[in-house]
């Protein structure tokens, strides 16, 4: 290990390699709620986060788990999961008077038609205002699961779509 009055140990966090303080300190710079799109082996999750001084404090969240509770039954790590769950996110935060964000990716890497990206979709069509490119998005057919031979799974798709929206109001 280095050591010497130049040597600075780096924060644990960067050293796990969870956390790029570079990207997070431009992100918290733009003084807009970000909105945090983690996914994992399970499904994905979407924050709205604002920071403050005394630490940052979550505006809305929304998971695959709350899917789950609304009753629906079909893969919670797909394409169309991740949008229903990015709808919801917005939805909530739209309750909660935020209407504009900046897309926080963590590390993960942007691909085109990614997860990540279908959950910015489903934040965008509640009508919130977060910066993106029109290149990135997934297909509208794999968000309504064309793809898939599932019987009946865009009209369960559909269902859960105006279940989410109708929650507004």
Do not use: C
Request: charged share 35%; proline share 4%; glycine share 8%.
């Amino acid at each position: 290990m280095a050591t010497g009055p130049r040597y600075h140990t780096p924060f644990r966090r960067r050293k796990e390699g969870k956390t790029d303080y570079k990207a997070r300190l431009a992100l918290i710079k733009s003084n807009k709620p970000r909105a945090v799109v983690r996914k994992s082996l399970s499904g994905t999750t979407v924050q709205l986060v604002a920071y403050y001084t005394e630490g940052d404090r979550i505006l809305s969240q929304a998971s695959y788990k709350d899917l789950k509770k609304l009753g629906w039954k079909h893969s919670l790590k797909d394409v169309s999961a991740s949008y229903l769950v990015g709808l919801l996110a917005g939805n909530r935060a739209v309750k909660a008077d935020v209407k504009e964000a900046v897309l926080d990716i963590g590390l993960n890497e942007p691909s085109k038609g990614s997860r990540i990206f279908a959950s910015l979709k489903g934040m965008l069509d509640t009508g919130m205002d977060i910066p993106h490119g029109n290149k990135i998005f997934p297909d509208e057919d794999r968000i309504l699961g064309k793809n898939k031979e599932i019987k009946d799974f865009e009209k369960d798709f559909e269902a859960m779509k105006k279940k989410i929206l109708e929650m507004r109001s």
